[in-house]
């Protein structure tokens, strides 16, 4: 059984930055095909995709998050992160990590994944 648990803070201050971590159990990261994505739910709007990491350490950045997005991984400790620079309340949101079996060709489509952890709620205030 695969299992994916989102960790880090639930409060970070504007313009600081968020790390989100999302450890992988009962499935390796490195197994082909698999592609982990970071994707949110702003409160009353849809999910927002963020990125993702493919199996082979490919990455993969939603154009309106780029330039403030990073997406990194640990292959020793089964995990990914997110880190998310200069954040703003526009950032709050429900922070959720998840698997694609193949490459998504709608990274935001929540059918294009069969697995996701439980989401962490992120909270951005001084």
């Known amino acids: 059984q695969v299992r994916l648990q989102e960790s880090g803070p639930g409060l970070v201050k504007p313009s600081q930055t968020l790390f989100l971590t999302c450890t992988v159990s009962?499935?390796?990261?490195?197994?082909?095909?698999?592609?982990w994505s970071w994707i949110r739910q702003p409160p009353g709007k849809g999910l927002e995709w963020m990125g993702a990491?493919?199996?082979?350490?490919?990455?993969y950045y939603s154009p309106s998050a780029k330039s403030r997005t990073s997406i990194s991984r640990d292959t020793s400790k089964n995990q990914f992160s997110l880190q998310l620079s200069s954040v703003t309340p526009e950032d709050m949101a429900v922070y959720y990590c998840?698997?694609?079996?193949?490459?998504?060709?709608?990274?935001?489509?929540?059918?294009?994944?069969?697995?996701w952890g439980q989401g962490t709620q992120v909270t951005v205030s001084s």
């Open positions: 009962g499935g390796s990261i490195t197994t082909s095909y698999y592609y």
């Open positions: 990491i493919g199996f082979e350490g490919s990455k």
């Open positions: 998840a698997r694609a079996p193949l490459r998504p060709t709608g990274w935001a489509n929540r059918n294009e994944y069969d697995y």
